[in-house]
């Protein structure tokens, strides 16, 4: 199982973000797939996840309005679109494969002027 973010950086307040999740090693339509962050000092917390069918999304109260998931199935790939974005969604981002309870390794996003 392999999972590999990208997307991340360093973006003005109100800016945007895409970032992205390439999976491998399983079914990939078969998992519900999720976003966590961790900041410093902080735990990490679950973001956003959508179904493996892509027909439902849940999303933290802290994100609603601004970041949306979805996924293309045909590329084994889960995005998150982040948008006015702030300096408290600055953290690691990471992306979670539920069928295999399996981690990828971090996308720093961080939100500075």
């Known amino acids: 199982v392999q999972l590999v973010e990208s997307g991340g950086g360093l973006v003005q307040p109100g800016g945007s973000l895409r970032l992205s999740c390439v999976g491998s090693?399983?079914?990939?339509?078969?998992?519900?797939m999720s976003w966590y962050r961790q900041a410093p000092g902080k735990e990490r917390e679950l973001v956003a996840s959508?179904?493996?069918?892509?027909?439902?999304?849940g999303y933290a109260d802290s994100v609603k309005g601004r970041f949306t998931i979805s996924r293309d199935n045909a590329k084994n790939t889960v995005y998150l679109q982040m948008n006015s974005l702030k300096p408290e969604d600055t953290a690691v981002y990471y992306c979670?494969?539920?069928?295999?309870?399996?981690w990828g390794q971090g996308t720093q996003v961080t939100v500075s002027s």
């Open positions: 959508i179904t493996g069918a892509g027909g439902s999304t």
């Open positions: 090693g399983f079914s990939f339509r078969g998992s519900g």
């Open positions: 979670y494969a539920s069928l295999k309870r399996s």
